[in-house]
């Protein structure tokens, strides 16, 4: 909080949590300060330490504006953000990672109040230097089993920091590089499905100098749901199998559209090299065109046909349509699959080898008009390993 006069503190019991006034009409909330008690002279000497973690209460947060935020209220309508919902790990690190270039630099800092002189490193320290992978620390999460839920990446920071597990899986959609927008207030980040309440371990490790290095081990928690589902799972190990599946399915048909999608991105690549090769044959050009219809009725079969359902109101309901009906309701709810979720899902995952056959055909003809081009010299396309003869 920033430097200001403060007028009352007072302590929510219940939850542990401190509340600060301060003159300027502020409030500041310090939610369960309980790991504050277990800080002592034994603990600040470790390197790091996980304090013990309160009781998480499992629930589905709702969005009374209709989407995230404010949705659509305005850039004028006050609301604060509520604290995230999951597991609260609070913990401490007593000293952050420095890489090799933090290293020389402090080393030259030392030598240049001693007054000595400070060479410039070698080719060798700077190329060290260059290539030393990032260092993080790395909290694994695992059930009673010994089963590892989830993993957590974060950045070494020096003190008391909190990092939040939100109760549920990695998420299986394709791996993105690009950040989530979050300026569109219907369009929710990817998520996993909700693991089930019961007891849970946290652990600690760094990624320093290549390796990993546990630093705490594996501290005992519990997940507790609210109990407030208009339709309660009676066998929450039988919820959370039906979810293990529909995960697997949805892992593997979202990456058969991702693959799809490559594939369509080297269509307009390998139609130029075809035409503008002189001796690439004539043919070539004629099956690029195959492919690309495969293509396109392959989509229509995995996401759907909109030129139908746009002239007759609505077409068949593809193989991703219906994984997408179980994950979009049952993944943001506590309560059991309805018989509709079943039955789509036994529809998709029956669909499943059908269509990973004629992806499989259709990247079988994709290489080989790759091969094609190799063969007769036509300049790099993207994904095709260029060779070289040298007796040509």
Known sequence: MPPAMVMDLQIQKRENDLVVSTFGRGVYILDDYTPLRYMSDETLKKDA???????????????????????????SFYSAPNPEVGAVFTYYLKDEFKSLKDKRRDEEKAKQKKGEDIKYPSYNTLMSEQEEP????MFTITDEQGNVVRKMKTDASKGVNRIVWNFR????????????????????PDKGYMAVPGKYF????????GAFTELVTA??????????????????????????????????????????KELVDK????????????????DT?????????DLSELNRELNGDPLRARYEGASPTSVKQRVELITAALW?????????????????????DEVSASLKSIDTNVKQVEDTLEQYGAPYTPGRFPEWNKNK
Do not use: H
């Open 134 to 137: 990032e260092a993080y620390l």
């Open 332 to 352: 943001s709810t506590t309560a059991a699959p309805t018989n509709t979720f079943i039955e789509s899902y036994d529809i998709a995952a029956g669909k499943f």
């Open 285 to 293: 050009y004629t099956k690029i065109i195959n492919i690309e219809t």
């Open 202 to 209: 946290v652990s600690l490790s760094k990624f320093q100098d």
């Open 169 to 188: 899986y990695t998420p299986v959609t394709p791996i993105s590089l690009e950040p989530f927008d979050d300026s569109v207030p219907w369009i929710e």
């Open 267 to 282: 269509i307009a690549y390998l139609k130029k090299a075809a035409v503008e090769t002189a001796t690439v044959p004539e």
């Open 219 to 260: 501290k005992e928690f519990n997940c507790i749901p609210l109990n407030n589902t208009s339709i309660p799972a009676q066998d929450k190990q039988a919820l959370d199998a039906f979810n293990k599946k529909v995960a697997e399915l949805t892992r593997a048909i979202d990456g058969l559209d991702a693959y799809r």
């Open 49 to 75: 330490e996980i304090f013990p973690v309160k009781d998480a209460l499992m629930f589905i947060q709702s969005n009374p504006f209709g989407f995230r935020g404010v949705a659509f209220m305005g850039a």
